[in-house]
């Protein structure tokens, strides 16, 4: 069975630090690429930033570029979302998402492209 998990959301001030994972399993076949992506009431899901396992590169949105970092950890089947400097428009509902197709990096952070997804998580920065 297919899972994917994130934790670590929670209630943060502004210029804060926050730092979300998402932990995988359940999966029989090699996959390629792992996202993340937010959803802020009334507004569409958008992509902050996405890692392939396969050379760990990555790809931000202009939005959180040079404020977010991801990474991974593939013997603990575990991806982290670093987030400094943290906004008030940063505010959202995160969700971690896999991908088993290859994309190049920089064309991979789009939400249809990701066959799973996991249940998401509110990140909260207080003003």
């Known amino acids: 069975q297919v899972q994917v998990v994130e934790s670590g959301g929670g209630l943060v001030q502004h210029g804060g630090s926050l730092t979300l994972s998402c932990v995988t399993s359940?999966?029989?076949?090699?996959?390629?690429?792992i996202g993340w992506f937010r959803q802020a009431p009334g507004k569409e899901r958008e992509g902050v930033g996405c890692?392939?396992?396969?050379?760990?590169?990555?790809y931000y949105s202009d939005s959180v570029k040079g404020r977010f970092t991801i990474s991974s950890d593939n013997a603990k089947n575990t991806v982290y979302l670093q987030m400094d400097s943290l906004k008030p428009e940063d505010t959202a509902v995160y969700y971690c998402?896999?991908?088993?197709?290859?994309?190049?990096?920089?064309?991979?952070?789009?939400?249809?492209?990701?066959?799973?997804w996991g249940q998401g998580i509110q990140v909260t920065v207080s003003s």
């Open positions: 359940g999966f029989t076949l090699d996959y390629h690429t």
């Open positions: 890692i392939s396992l396969v050379d760990e590169s990555t």
């Open positions: 998402a896999v991908t088993r197709w290859y994309y190049p990096i920089n064309k991979a952070l789009v939400p249809k492209k990701y066959e799973y």
